[in-house]
């Protein structure tokens, strides 16, 4: 009998811990829930339905992740959900997609009625309707929007907001005195995002990659990727221990999976055929600007003293800056300096400035490259635009680097050993006050499940927490994506709507930390050249002066 009311006890009290143990772990996913519901409840405006998650795929293979990362994981994919059409008969007929032909947009008065001045919001109405000239009766088509002046080079982007009718509404801040132009653009249809979208879900390993596995006299290619369809031939598995990003190859038949020497772009599968290729045609849907249906421009007078500037009551945040006189200036960090060539050397002056990511990035290694006359560029026989690359100002002890990041990389071809990922080179660094870390992630990640992306940034960013726990005083900056040309093909691989996702997903997952933001989205949407993958040198230019104002901010910033 005493024997038994010990063990009863004993269960009693582990039964307690348990329950405890639940009720903590409860209240702490909770809490969890409760700060990314916020973080994307306050930097998001268009309604999202679909919250199915992006991806199931067979053949993809992803590690499993914490509790709180996989929360993370099904939060940001809700971030970004697209609102879905009704369904349509197979297959979709061209005349029931949105035209831009008979699409239109208004001017709304201001509201309380009188003129617009600076600091004001201006309303855009945006109607779309098919090629019959029918309105559209529900949403989820991709716009874009632009206020600008050519004579003045100014620009700032709109907001586009959803209405799931058929109908949005574009809101821009009215940062300059003067002429204002609004333009409106149809990225895709709302019917040519579902074709994007199955296609990721369908055929993640459109764009593939080989690599060639070499020892003493043999040699032999396989096909390499993220996600591998199973076949007969056994896997090597290159999955990084650090990081657990994935990358597999089929293992060559004679050799083992250590012989592998290099890497290089496959091919691409254009999948988007027949009747669907309708829906990605250049000068009829595929980023072609709507017309007005009244004035498209306003006159924007000055400031009016003491009166409340009127707010949009459809939109939760303004631009991260807007474009005057040809240069960018910020109105949610600091005040932009203008670097002339002789400002830079002694901005750098003793320190080591790290750049990784894609070519997007390299433009910036470039441009120093190109413009400081004492930076020598020290040559490591690296392969032409892959790099790795570093140059030298030895009298000003200036340090520039820079790294394509790892695989999926459309590159050339390039050693197996100089295949790096970011989190693993950030991880290597000692930081501080005179250690300026630049870094973007994004264009090669158009063909691949959106968790691909949302993993790489974890890893990232915990190498990123690490840094600045370490060595506070780093710079630390990250650029997003930016609209780019399109064409039927290159739409498969690289839409502005992946990129528009991607530039959401970064700036949720490092909101808060202690970074700064190059906002490549809307640098390239205010201005008035056309957008390019590698945006040209006067936007290059003025990422510049935003990189070097966060390295050696205005005084009083």
Not at 318 to 330: E, I, N
Not at 343 to 354: E, Y
Request: aromatic fraction near 10%; include cysteine.
């Amino acid at each position: 009998m005493k024997t038994r009311a010990c063990t009863r006890r004993e269960f009693s009290v582990i039964f307690l811990f348990l329950a405890v143990a639940a009720l903590i772990f409860g209240l702490r996913n909770m809490e969890v829930l409760e700060q990314f519901q916020h973080k994307i409840h306050s930097t998001t405006n268009v309604t999202n339905i679909s919250t199915d998650p992006d991806v199931n795929h067979s053949f993809c293979t992803f590690q499993p992740l914490s509790g709180e990362d996989a929360l993370e994981e099904r939060l940001l994919l809700d971030s970004i959900a697209w609102p879905e059409n009704p369904p349509l008969p197979a297959p979709v007929s061209l005349e029931q997609t949105s035209d831009p032909a008979h699409s239109t947009f208004t001017i709304l008065p201001r509201r309380g009625g009188g003129q617009w001045h600076v600091g004001d919001q201006l309303e855009v109405m945006i109607e779309m309707s098919d090629f019959h000239g029918r309105p559209k009766k529900y949403g989820g088509d991709f716009l874009l929007a632009r206020l600008h002046n050519l004579k003045l080079v100014a620009g700032v982007a709109g907001q586009v907001v959803d209405h799931l009718n058929g109908s949005y509404s574009a809101v821009f801040s009215l940062p300059w005195e003067g002429d204002a132009q609004v333009k409106v653009m149809l990225v895709h249809p709302n019917e040519a995002i579902t074709v994007l979208n199955r296609i990721n879900r369908e055929q993640p390993d459109r764009v593939f990659f080989k690599s060639l596995f070499r020892s003493g006299s043999l040699s032999e290619t396989t096909i390499c990727d993220i996600c591998l369809r199973p076949t007969q031939q056994p896997l090597c598995n290159f999955t990084d221990r650090h990081t657990g990003d994935p990358w597999f190859c089929y293992k060559p038949k004679n050799l083992s999976c250590n012989a592998r020497i290099n890497h290089f772009t496959g091919g691409v599968n254009y999948i988007i055929k027949g009747n669907e290729t309708k829906l990605f045609q250049s000068r009829v849907n595929l980023k072609v600007e709507i017309r007005a249906s009244g004035p498209a421009s306003i006159t924007v007078l000055p400031k009016q003293k003491d009166q409340p500037q009127l707010k949009s009551s459809i939109v939760t945040s303004g631009p991260s800056g807007y474009y005057y006189q040809g240069t960018w200036r910020s109105l949610n960090g600091p005040t932009v300096r203008q670097f002339n060539i002789s400002d830079i050397s002694p901005c750098l002056k003793g320190k080591v400035v790290h750049m990784y990511g894609d070519s997007t990035v390299r433009q910036f290694f470039e441009y120093l490259n190109a413009v400081l006359p004492d930076l020598k560029e020290f040559n490591l026989h690296s392969p032409k635009r892959a790099g790795p690359y570093m140059a030298l100002d030895y009298a000003n002890n200036i340090r520039v680097t820079y790294r394509f990041h790892g695989p999926p990389l459309r590159i050339v071809t390039v050693p197996t050993r100089e295949l790096r990922y970011i989190a693993n080179e950030i991880d290597g660094l000692i930081g501080g006050t005179n250690t300026v870390v630049l870094f973007c992630v994004w264009a090669h990640f158009g063909p691949y499940p959106m968790e691909l992306y949302i993993r790489r940034l974890q890893s990232i960013r915990r190498a990123v927490v690490q840094l600045l726990d370490r060595a506070p005083g780093t710079v630390v900056i990250i650029r997003t994506g930016n609209p780019q040309g399109l064409t039927l093909n290159f739409a498969q691989t690289k839409s502005d709507w992946f990129s528009l996702r991607f530039s959401k997903v970064l700036r949720l997952m490092f909101k808060g930390l202690n970074v700064h933001l190059i906002d490549a989205w809307e640098m390239v949407l205010a201005h008035y050249l056309p957008h390019m993958l590698h945006p040209q040198p006067p936007i290059i230019k003025n990422m510049m002066n935003v990189i070097l104002s966060y390295v050696c901010p205005a005084k009083g910033n």
